[in-house]
């Protein structure tokens, strides 16, 4: 069997380029840090040493801090197609482990209506991970097999454009 890489790993390459990562500042981590640094300066103004008042701003400055540095740091990314400016949802449906050819020969000849008479299963069998434009001008697509303790691709990222990928968008909602 081929080995294909993962769509996440993949998607820039299989677009030509046309899909992009972007990583968000986080605006509560901003919020976060800012309202540390006001504990720490008000903190700060206090002149009595007996007050217990400072030493709470300080050690909840501390606390807010650390929390704004993780809340920074744990990556808001996400993929934009570039020509619409739209923004990639990522969609993953499991299937039957039986479909797994006829749901490949499906997205390979575009019959896209036929998705909703495949079984679907939990966690097991057939995956079928889709990344969406939100204007439904673009879709990619990759199935993946479960081998014993994890998923492989056994099909390459397809991308799909214009009618082709509305129509996608279209019948992976009526299957969701």
């Not at 650390?66 to 570039?82: A, D, E, P, Q």
């Not at 995956?127 to 673009?138: P, R, V």
């Amino acid at each position: 069997m081929e080995k294909f890489k993962k769509l996440q790993e993949d998607i820039q390459d299989a677009s030509n380029q046309e899909v992009v990562r972007k990583t968000a500042v986080s605006g509560v981590a901003v919020g976060i840090l800012s309202a540390a640094i006001v504990c720490a300066i008000i903190g700060k103004m206090f002149d009595d040493p007996n007050s217990a008042v400072p030493t709470f701003l300080f050690t909840l400055a501390v606390f807010l801090f650390l929390g704004g540095i993780i809340k920074l740091f744990v990556s808001r990314s996400y993929y934009l197609h570039r020509p619409s400016r739209s923004r990639l949802q990522a969609l993953t449906i499991y299937f039957d482990i039986h479909d797994g050819n006829d749901l490949q020969t499906c997205m390979e000849m575009k019959r896209f209506d036929e998705l909703s008479r495949f079984k679907r299963e939990k966690d097991t069998g057939v995956k079928l991970e889709a990344m969406i434009a939100s204007k439904g001008d673009f879709a990619a697509v990759q199935i993946s097999e479960y081998i014993p303790y994890t998923y492989e691709a056994v099909t390459p990222v397809m991308c799909f454009y214009g009618e082709d990928a509305r129509a996608l968008r279209a019948s992976v909602g009526a299957v969701k």
